[in-house]
């Protein structure tokens, strides 16, 4: 049977169905007759492929299972995602100084999921659309300080589309450290520590200094500020935060250092705890911790981890990253996917 256009010779006919398919020749006055009604009478379990005519809006409409809604045959159907994020910058090293550096900084933290940096509100969920390119970048660690004394390195910033996390700020010298995602503790002098970012880290600890004895102050963490050097040892790094999009603690501050006879600054979520002789801990990789400080026995500061960058998303879709460039692994939950990228930049693509 050869589906057409129905005109008033096939009527007459009487060879239309109750679906409009007529089985007549088409006409040039010929129509297709959908099926019509009002909007409550919609169909109760639509699927791909359905059309009809809406009746209450006086427009022809289509089923799109992407959306779960109805379409006018005049409107774009919404083609947009919703994808929350966690974005760790990489994180500073310590810095190196004679009478006790300070810890290095948190990457910067900045997520959708739970709390954001700077015990912040989380950020809104991105909207992103199918088949476009969006920008994947994971931020590398500070490098460790050694030979001569100077200030921590900073961390690199790491990228998901329009979000940007700071990389930390290095750990202080004889003075205040670097500003950054989280700021870096200030070296073995009565300093204040450098600044964190506003919704990404806190702020780095002071250091003290007495006869003759110094102490680093910790680097700044995501979920806290670092503690000050005292008289008796290097200052503690500030809190991470635990993630609530997959459970991994990251982005804690770096130890403050100080002399041999006192006790060097401890750390958390991925931070490095400071040294009085020797090497100081490094922040742990893809968690966006601060390096621990060296000691006044002039030792070599801790590098800062590199950050990471992780995406949910529905399980209907998929993510790709045409070119390369990118290292990253995906997990399914709850009906969701989770892809955590590890290393490198560049572009990925969501599909269905």
Not at 181 to 210: C, I, P, R, V, W
Not at 224 to 234: L, W
Not at 236 to 246: F, K
Not at 299 to 319: F, M, N
């Amino acid at each position: 049977m050869a589906i057409s256009k129905i005109g008033s010779d096939a009527l007459e006919a009487g060879a239309v169905d109750a679906t409009g398919v007529s089985d007549s020749a088409n006409t040039s006055t010929g129509f297709f007759a959908l099926p019509s009604g009002t909007t409550a009478q919609r169909p109760g379990s639509p699927a791909d492929g359905y059309v009809r005519f809406n009746t209450s809006t006086s427009e022809p409409e289509w089923y799109d299972e992407f959306s779960s809604s109805w379409v006018n045959f005049s409107d774009e159907p919404n083609r947009s995602i919703s994808v929350d994020f966690l974005v760790v910058a990489g994180g500073a090293s310590g810095g190196r100084y004679g009478a006790g550096a300070g810890g290095g900084g948190a990457g910067g933290y900045r997520t959708s999921v739970g709390t954001s940096g700077d015990n912040s509100s989380a950020e809104s969920t991105l909207s992103l659309a199918l088949d476009t390119s969006y920008t994947v970048t994971v931020g590398g660690g500070g490098a460790a300080r050694s030979g001569s004394d100077a200030v921590g390195e900073n961390g690199t910033n790491s990228v998901f589309s329009t979000i940007t996390s700071t990389g930390g700020g290095g750990g202080g010298t004889n003075g205040t450290g670097n500003t950054g995602g989280s700021g870096g503790g200030a070296g073995g002098t009565n300093t204040s520590g450098a600044s964190g970012t506003s919704n990404q880290g806190g702020d780095g600890g002071a250091g003290h200094t007495s006869a003759n004895n110094g102490a680093g102050g910790g680097g700044g963490g995501a979920g806290g500020n670092g503690s000050a050097g005292t008289s008796s040892g290097g200052g503690n790094g500030g809190a991470g935060l635990t993630s609530s999009i997959d459970s991994v603690a990251r982005a804690g501050g770096g130890g403050g250092g100080c002399v041999a006879a006192d006790t060097p600054g401890t750390a958390s979520s991925g931070g490095g705890a400071g040294s009085t002789t020797g090497t100081a801990t490094s922040g742990t990789t893809n968690t966006g911790g601060g390096g621990g400080g060296a000691g006044a026995g002039g030792g070599t500061s801790g590098a800062g981890g590199s950050g990471v960058v992780v995406i949910k998303y529905s399980d209907t879709i998929s993510v790709s990253n045409p070119g390369g460039g990118l290292t990253f692994s995906t997990a399914s939950s709850g009906g969701n996917k989770i892809t955590t990228f590890t290393a490198g930049t560049g572009n990925i693509q969501f599909s269905l």
